[in-house]
């Protein structure tokens, strides 16, 4: 009877869904970026990218394998480099010319996240490492003395993962509680372990900002990238990976038709306590709810049997195209972008790897509803494409995170191309 029952419904499910892939194709052609002009990137002899009429785009500054960034009090760009362990401060030429890079910290393991906070009314930046988080006091362009935070954190040097860890690199934000909130990747594609570890990996935490007082804040979170607060909101918003290679819930078979489009990226709502399906269950796009509201499927690689119950879990407050590696996030206000909301949450889509033909490999935009604070629409805004040839399939640039400037431009930076640009208006 239960097999019956949990065949009825697949059955169901597949007479809701818009076609396997066609959500993923209806995103996409949401997402044309028909409405943007080819413009060259300063700085770069023969690059083009795609931006808004009305804007213009320049190398800022060079900086290799530039990851994510924070701007400080003074207006300085602090720029992560988890390969060299470095962080570098780019300050403004007052020739508006590219800016002067300098290193402000060094040392470090696999720096990723940074933000900034205030102590006793004086900035320190925080950065993530795979093992923990330091801080640093910001004292006129110079780092104070490194001072541990929290440390212990799970990375490929844990011993019980035997060197095995493919999503260490951490990345973190403050609430308006005052509290460090710090994004734990899973160690895999999907895997039980992850949910029995201690601490929690593919999940949330949060300390003190002197790193005491860890909690469990959600989990099932299987590769949480961005992690902002909506501007003067107590609501954690997060950019998350879906798995690869999951399984057709409605025959069991692993093929490209459908592992292209599922399941999609997402960006949750994190609430304290809750958990998000990972690896257990996995949002679908394919049902009358669209990109929004997304309910879940069973992962019938680990949850053939229906032990745990999809219905129970946080639904993923939107979906975005599958394999697009969604991982910067920042709220931005709506008129940076020409967009007649409040506020605008930026994406950076770093791009597939795996999918038959390539997606991301852009920098989009989500216009939320200025009362409830939530996505206004079902698809993304192109703000900025052209690091991907949809012909040819070649790509020369992936956009990693983008933050906004106090004079109302953008920073995105770049780590294969070794590149933060500055994307401004120029009327």
């Not at 602090?78 to 590219?98: D, K, Q, W, Y």
């Not at 890079?101 to 996240?113: M, N, W």
């Not at 605008?344 to 009362?371: C, E, H, M």
Request: hydrophobic fraction near 35%; proline fraction near 6%.
């Amino acid at each position: 009877m239960r097999s019956h029952l949990r065949a009825v419904t697949v059955a169901v499910l597949l007479a809701m869904c818009f076609g396997c892939g066609s959500a993923q194709k209806a995103q996409t052609a949401a997402q044309s970026d028909s409405h943007l002009q080819h413009v060259a990137v300063a700085g770069m002899q023969g690059r083009e990218l795609n931006v808004p009429p009305g804007f213009a785009v320049a190398v800022y500054a060079r900086i290799r394998g530039a990851r994510f960034m924070a701007v400080a009090p003074d207006g300085a760009l602090l720029v992560t480099n988890p390969e060299s362990g470095t962080v570098s401060i780019v300050r403004r030429n007052a020739s508006g010319a590219e800016g002067a890079v300098a290193t402000y910290a060094g040392g470090l393991k696999l720096p990723h996240g940074v933000v900034f906070h205030q102590l006793n009314g004086k900035p320190y930046l925080y950065v993530a490492e795979s093992n923990g988080v330091v801080r640093f006091a910001y004292e006129n362009g110079r780092a104070g003395a490194r001072q541990q935070i929290v440390s212990g954190l799970p990375d490929a040097s844990s011993p019980e993962l035997h060197g095995a860890y493919g999503h260490e690199l951490k990345n973190i934000t403050f609430g308006p509680d005052g509290r460090l909130y710090v994004d734990l990747g899973s160690t895999c594609n999907v895997c039980i372990s992850d949910t029995k570890s201690e601490p929690r990996r593919a999940a949330i935490y949060s300390y003190d900002e002197n790193g005491r007082g860890a909690h469990l804040f959600a989990e099932g979170i299987r590769n949480g990238e961005g992690v902002r607060f909506f501007p003067g909101a107590n609501d954690l918003w997060v950019t998350v990976n879906g798995r690869d290679d999951m399984p057709d819930p409605s025959n069991g078979k692993v093929y490209a038709q459908y592992v292209d489009d599922h399941p999609p990226d997402s960006l949750l709502l994190a609430r304290d306590g809750g958990n998000y399906g990972w690896p257990f269950c996995q949002p679908s796009q394919d049902t009358s709810t669209g990109w929004l509201d997304m309910p879940f499927v069973r992962d019938l690689d680990m949850n053939h049997d229906g032990r745990v119950d999809c219905s129970k879990m946080d639904r993923h407050a939107m979906g975005l195209a599958a394999h697009s590696a969604a991982l910067g996030l920042e709220f931005v206000p709506g008129s940076l972008v020409g967009d007649p909301h409040k506020t605008v949450a930026l994406i950076t889509f770093r791009g597939s790897w795996n999918r038959s033909r390539k997606t991301g490999y852009k920098v989009v935009y989500i216009p939320f509803d200025d009362q409830t604070h939530r996505p206004a629409q079902q698809t993304p805004v192109d703000l900025v494409t052209g690091w991907l040839d949809d012909a040819t399939q070649k790509e020369w640039g992936r956009p990693v995170d983008a933050v906004a400037a106090a004079d109302g431009s953008i920073y995105i930076s770049d780590d294969t191309s070794g590149i933060v640009y500055r994307l401004y208006r120029t009327k």
